[in-house]
């Protein structure tokens, strides 16, 4: 089974600082990872995601985040915060399951609501 | 746009109605999730489909019943609606493989008065 877990459901940061959003995970085979944004009254958009190439992986806006193995985690960060980001972002984990054809098992973070202070 | 199409965007109803929301999933996808987002329990997994079979199963009430179509298209049926079933309701899809990560719709936003 694997799991997900955000650091922190609220984060507050100022204009032009940096973004760390923490996210930890659990899988007992190797995973693919994702990060996705929220906007207020919005679907769920993808940022970025791992799939077991490079570790450091860019997304869009400015987001990057890194797949540390010994860590268990994929932290998402981005230097300079902008009004625009404010927004829920969740942490996802997803993994196949044997014998079924490709069906991939995906579980979600809790989410962390980012505000960005001007 | 994401291709994932969500109809209505929203809904009011009273308590003991039943309501229909319909998902058509991107071009291609074969898979069809539907997650419940509520200020208090956050992103919670309904149910999965796959060209046309149920796959797996969430924390999906009895009075909520779904399916998925030939044409791939989805529909999620609340019945019995309480109070507490007020909530955005998303629909993703996805195609083969695990490293695709989902693509979800705009949303229902569902509102039992």
């Known amino acids: 089974a694997q799991s997900v877990t955000q650091l922190g459901s609220h984060v507050s940061v100022s204009e032009g600082a940096l973004v760390l959003l923490r996210c930890n995970y659990s899988?007992?085979?190797?995973?693919?990872l994702f990060w996705y944004v929220q906007y207020p009254n919005q679907g769920l958009q993808l940022l970025l995601k791992?799939?077991?190439?490079?570790?450091l992986v860019k997304g869009i806006n400015g987001f990057e985040a890194e797949f540390k193995k010994s860590e268990t985690s994929f932290h998402l960060t981005k230097p300079s915060a902008h009004m625009s980001d404010a927004a829920e972002y969740f942490c996802?984990?997803?993994?196949?399951?044997?014998?079924?054809?490709?069906?991939?098992?995906?579980?979600f973070g809790t989410g962390t609501k980012l505000q960005v202070i001007p | 746009d994401s291709g994932v199409t969500q109809t209505p965007k929203h809904l009011i109803t009273a308590t003991g109605q039943r309501v229909t929301l319909r998902c058509s999933p991107r071009?291609?996808?074969?898979?069809v999730y539907w997650y419940q987002q509520s200020l208090d329990q956050g992103l919670q997994f309904l149910i999965q489909?796959?060209?046309?079979?149920?796959?797996a199963k969430g924390n999906i009430l009895e009075r909520f019943s779904a399916q998925q179509f030939p044409d791939l298209h989805s529909e999620l049926n609340l019945s019995s609606l309480e109070l507490g079933d007020s909530a955005l309701y998303f629909c993703?899809?996805?195609?083969?493989?695990?490293?695709?990560?989902?693509?979800f719709g705009s949303g229902t936003r569902l509102t039992v008065v």
């Open positions: 993703a899809s996805s195609g083969e493989g695990v490293s695709g990560g989902y693509t």
């Open positions: 899988s007992s085979v190797p995973p693919y």
């Open positions: 791992y799939t077991s190439a490079a570790t």
């Open positions: 996802a984990v997803s993994v196949a399951l044997p014998f079924s054809g490709g069906y991939q098992k995906v579980t």
């Open positions: 071009s291609g996808d074969l898979s």
């Open positions: 489909y796959y060209n046309g079979e149920e796959r």
